[in-house]
């Protein structure tokens, strides 16, 4: 019995060292200018590792100094937990199937409409309210200051490999014509017509084009980006957790077994 204890609390703190890829997941995404201003799954995310942590913690605690109602109640608390991380696991994957940028011509850069992306991270940029919260923060980030001093020439520039977030937010729509002064100073459009984001460009340096619906999109191919590779964090711990929750249930039968066996050769000695 006191073996079989043994190996849940090691199979239990196996559980508790997996909570960190996903709580270090959340953090990163905090640390990422697009999701600190955003703010929609780095807490999600880091709130679900702290809970794992903290059952297996509890799973850890009841299998080395042998408290049932500790070792029970992490084998309830995990399967919860793991069947969260899986819904979330399920959810980010759905949101993010849609949404890429568009080439164009003599452009290394790719252009981003809001109408590819799905209709939950749109609506998390539709509304005066949400966005001019979320323009502010991005607007007072450096991302479109450092174009202009990594690049002068138009050649240069369009042969950059610029971040979506960039692409959108910080020069207007190439097939507007506008022509290259800058990075972030554009003249003279050919068609104006030809998106609505054209009228919305300003070269006043703290304007741009971060009222543009292209800067949205550019915002959530960002974001996609980003939790697709918190994802597959996030698919390898959740397998992980699995087999260790199996592992663990495993041990748990044995110990149960051994308890069981210990009692019935009692009764007849």
Known sequence: MALSNNVIGTINFVAMLLSIPVIGSGIWLAMEADNSCVKILQWPVIILGILILMVALA??????????????????????????LACLVVFIHMVTARGSGHTEPSRSYKEYHLDD???????????????????????????CAELNQSYRMAQDFFNARITPL??????????????????????????????????????????????????KAGLLDNLKTEWRRVNIILIITLVALI??????????????????FRKYKQGYT
């Open 59 to 84: 799973g850890v605690i009841g299998g080395f100094w042998r408290i049932q109602p500790l070792v029970i109640s992490y084998f309830i608390g995990m399967i919860i937990l793991v069947i969260l």
């Open 117 to 143: 992306f799905s209709g939950f991270l749109r609506r998390r940029v539709r509304g005066s309210y949400k966005w001019d919260r979320i323009r502010s923060c991005l607007s007072s980030t450096s991302m």
């Open 166 to 215: 960039q692409s959108g937010c910080c020069k207007p729509p190439t097939q507007c014509g506008y022509t290259f002064v800058n990075p972030t100073y554009w003249i003279s459009p050919i068609n104006n017509a030809a998106d609505m984001d054209c009228l919305q460009w300003s070269n006043e340096q703290t304007q741009l084009c971060y009222a543009c619906d292209s800067c």
């Open 243 to 260: 087999i260790v929750y199996l592992m663990g249930c495993f041990a748990f039968r044995n110990a149960k077994t051994e308890d069981l």
